[in-house]
């Protein structure tokens, strides 16, 4: 059942079923393949990321001494981004109905201990389509508060199969991931093997959005 955090925050526990999660768990795994994580670095200082990432789709969100961007190729490699899975595509057409299709597709991968600070999306062109957030692996302590950094914050936990659309009055609200919990809320392995993608422990997260304004 969708709980509305905030207007426009919506949090749709277990969105992703057991087969789900695994499909999506084999398309991340042939994405990362073709377009190997790498650790984005703070603008201007060069001070490496916690959390690994990669993309897929027309179009990546890359992070380096030269400031944030969105470019159509590694940053590394220089290879194009893979296409952007099916089943992503597929949670964008259910929990985005109505809005032009994504164009990129973050995919950062947290090992135990890692976090992100509190932040805005806000590099997009368009910032009327909403944020769609996936999470596979351990759960993770999600932190969400207003749109100034001194709002008042709340948290909830986000575990494998959630989905998480960020759009409307919140599309701009500052939030983060206060710590990963390793083993939390994961079902057996038996029932729900971490990707092999993860360390054991580890977090994945996807997040679609549209960058520009205009139609594909």
């Not at 277990?14 to 768990?25: E, K, S, Y």
Request: hydrophobic content about 45%.
């Amino acid at each position: 059942m969708a709980v509305e955090l905030a207007p426009g925050l919506i949090h749709h526990p277990g969105w992703l079923d057991r087969a789900g999660r695994r499909r999506l768990a084999d398309e991340i795994a042939a994405v990362l393949a073709l377009a190997p994580p790498f650790t984005p670095r703070m603008p201007k200082t060069g001070k490496p990321f916690s959390v690994r990432m990669s993309n897929a789709g027309p179009l990546g969100w890359v992070s380096d001494i030269a400031g944030y961007r969105y470019q159509p190729d590694h940053p590394e490699t220089g290879a194009p981004w893979p296409a952007m899975p099916a089943t992503v595509r597929a949670a964008w057409d259910a929990l985005a109905a109505g809005f032009p299709a994504p164009e990129a597709c973050l995919i950062n991968l947290y090992a135990p201990g890692t976090r992100m600070g509190l932040h805005q999306d806000r590099d997009e062109a368009d910032l009327s389509a909403p944020v769609v957030s996936l999470s596979l692996g351990a759960a993770a302590v999600f932190r969400y508060g207003g749109l100034r950094r001194s709002d008042p914050t709340r948290s909830i936990r986000l575990t494998a199969g959630d989905a998480l659309v960020i759009g409307g009055a919140s599309r701009l609200i500052h939030h983060g991931v206060d710590r990963i919990i390793a083993g939390g809320d994961l079902l057996s392995e038996a029932e729900d093997p971490l990707p092999a993608f993860l360390p054991p422990g580890g977090r994945c997260n996807l997040t679609l959005r549209r960058v520009t304004g205009s139609a594909l």
